[in-house]
């Protein structure tokens, strides 16, 4: 068998429902596809134009940050020690209103470096500008998911610009680079979307058959002022206009009653999970083991870079652990693997 290249002698972590690790590895990969992955005493006879020593090396699965804003990589350090309030309306919307569609690529670009040397693959982003990040991935080799931001705050027209902008980016950006692009809308959050907004979202997300990505329930405050403007809690009044289906990510869900829980479960919604963003913002820690337990997937996110101040899923994965074991005070949550 012919490959255009091998790596040998690789520890494996093929991270399947065995969670085996493969000592003395091998992959065979011919064509930009990986056409063997295993021990290399069980490899067929393989013949490569290129071999890589993999000795003393680890090979896993590219890991996916389910939850990111990629530009904000220039932002990173700028909006230290802040509640979240402010740090939107006094420190990061107003240098967002500077932003040019050049800055959005350079950030983003910059975002991808990064992931890639952290081991990232895949993310999940929402900005504006989201063109730019697209053409940040197609050079860098990346996949994404990529959701043009929709943000009303009560300027109808925007909001009405905002979609009508995002429905044009799907239809011309979803397949992207080969196929590695892949579009959602993404309306920003409930308060900062009106009822009406958010369910012509949910109407063109339906017609082009693409997800939606939100962020949910991330500050006590707004749930609360969320419920006393709508009578309804965010998680509630998104079911009530016929929102929540299974290509909804929802970001954050911090705030969360076990009937709310529940009913995501009910219509598989999916979670990303952000725990250093909500950890430095103090918002909170969502239920994760809870969530989990009845069934919602879940994912790991970093967030922006600047309510992080990194991308690497690494160092979040070990505190998405930590937070969660000292939060239900058990230290067999959210094992290693």
């Known amino acids: 068998m012919k490959a255009d290249i091998l790596i040998r002698g690789c520890t494996i972590l093929p991270m399947d429902e065995k969670r085996e690790i493969l000592e003395q590895g091998l992959i065979a990969i011919r064509k930009g596809v990986i056409t063997y992955v295993g021990r290399e005493t069980d490899a067929p006879s393989l013949r490569a134009e290129e071999t890589i020593d993999g000795h003393g090396k680890v090979v896993a699965p590219g890991l996916v940050n389910c939850h990111t804003h990629l530009p904000m990589t220039i932002f990173r350090g700028v909006a230290e020690d802040q509640e979240l309030g402010k740090w939107l309306s006094d420190t990061i919307w107003p240098l967002e209103a500077k932003l040019k569609p050049g800055d959005v690529y350079d950030g983003a670009l910059l975002g991808c470096l990064e992931m890639i040397k952290s081991g990232t693959t895949c993310f999940a982003d929402m900005y504006f500008h989201e063109d730019m990040v697209a053409k940040a991935v197609e050079r860098a080799g990346l996949r994404a998911v990529l959701a043009p931001g929709i943000i009303e705050a009560g300027d109808s027209e925007r909001g009405e610009k905002l979609l009508k902008e995002g429905v044009g980016f799907a239809r011309k950006f979803h397949g992207f680079a080969d196929g590695r692009v892949r579009v959602r809308l993404g309306p920003h959050t409930v308060y900062t979307c009106s009822p009406n907004l958010l369910m012509k979202a949910r109407d063109r997300a339906s017609e082009l058959n693409i997800g939606i990505h939100i962020h949910l329930a991330e500050s006590k405050e707004r749930v609360k002022s969320t419920k006393e403007k709508y009578g309804f809690t965010e998680v509630e009044l998104l079911e009530s206009l016929g929102f929540l289906k299974p290509d909804v990510l929802a970001a954050h869900c911090i705030h969360l009653s076990e009937e709310e829980m529940r ?75």
């Open 263 to 337: 009913l995501m479960a009910k219509r598989d919604v999916k979670v990303s999970y952000n725990p250093v963003a909500n950890m430095k913002l103090a918002l909170g820690v969502p239920k994760i083991r809870d969530l989990m337990g009845l069934g919602v997937t879940v994912g790991i996110g970093t967030d922006g870079p600047a309510s992080n101040n990194d991308l690497d899923m690494f160092d979040d994965m070990r505190v998405a652990a930590l937070l969660q074991k000292v939060s239900y005070m058990d230290s067999t949550v959210l094992p290693a693997s």
